[in-house]
């Protein structure tokens, strides 16, 4: 079975800093990997996803991770941080079966942006 | 752009209790699924459906549990005899395909609190 492991329940950034969550991965097979952000009181929002070809995916409000198979992870990174990043990130990996994939998710980081 | 709808937003019931949890997915999705986080702890999958039938169901999506898309617009998620541990946010998500690749899109989630 897969699994998805993120470290650090909570990460603490200031203002402008680099922002680097963590997630490694666990897969028998070519995972397909996801970013999910939830802000406070809202739903899962697709940050940016991983299937094939080019490693280094790009998502939206400048976020970008990196699929090192080697290393087996997929860390999520953004260059400079701002107060409106605070949210929850959610690392997933996604089974597929013969008629439908499931999502696996991480434990979560919380993100926190110091002023 | 289109989004997943689910209703309530919040609903308290007694132990013991029936409840119908409400999605409206995006309307040209095929895909359907059901997650459940308990606080604190991580979104965890439920149950897939396409076609009119549960394609995957996970070991906590026991005989109390039961889904239907009884129009052409809405997904329900029923309980039919609410437990304290049901107390959770359910989310609702929906896709094009069920390949592994696939987004789902998760609507902003129903808090249930069993009391």
């Known amino acids: 079975a897969q699994s998805v492991t993120q470290l650090g329940s909570h990460v603490s950034v200031s203002e402008g800093a680099l922002v680097l969550l963590r997630c490694n991965y666990s897969s028998s097979v070519p995972p397909y990997l996801f970013w999910y952000v939830q802000y406070p009181n809202q739903g899962l929002q697709l940050l940016l996803k991983?299937?094939?070809?080019?490693?280094l995916v790009k998502g939206i409000n400048g976020f970008e991770a990196e699929f090192k198979k080697s290393e087996t992870s997929f860390h999520l990174t953004k260059p400079s941080a701002h107060m409106s990043d605070a949210a929850e990130y959610f690392c997933a990996v996604s089974e597929w079966y013969s008629s439908a994939s499931k999502i696996i998710f991480g434990s979560g980081t919380r993100l926190s942006i110091r002023p | 752009e289109p989004e997943v709808t689910q209703t309530p937003s919040h609903q308290v019931t007694q132990m013991g209790q029936e409840v119908i949890l409400r999605c409206v997915p995006i309307s040209n999705h095929l895909y359907f699924y059901w997650y459940r986080q308990i606080l604190g702890q991580k979104v965890e999958f439920l149950v897939s459906?396409?076609?009119?039938?549960?394609?995957?169901k996970s070991e906590i999506f026991d005989d109390q549990f039961s889904v239907e898309r009884p129009d052409g617009s809405n997904f329900t998620l029923k309980i039919r005899s609410t437990k304290l541990e049901d107390s959770a946010m359910y989310f609702c998500?929906?896709?094009?395909?069920?390949?592994?690749?696939?987004?789902?899109?998760f609507g902003p989630g129903t808090r249930l609190l069993v009391l």
């Open positions: 998500a929906s896709s094009e395909a069920g390949t592994g690749g696939e987004t789902q899109y």
């Open positions: 459906f396409y076609n009119n039938e549960i394609s995957e």
């Open positions: 991983y299937t094939t070809g080019a490693t």
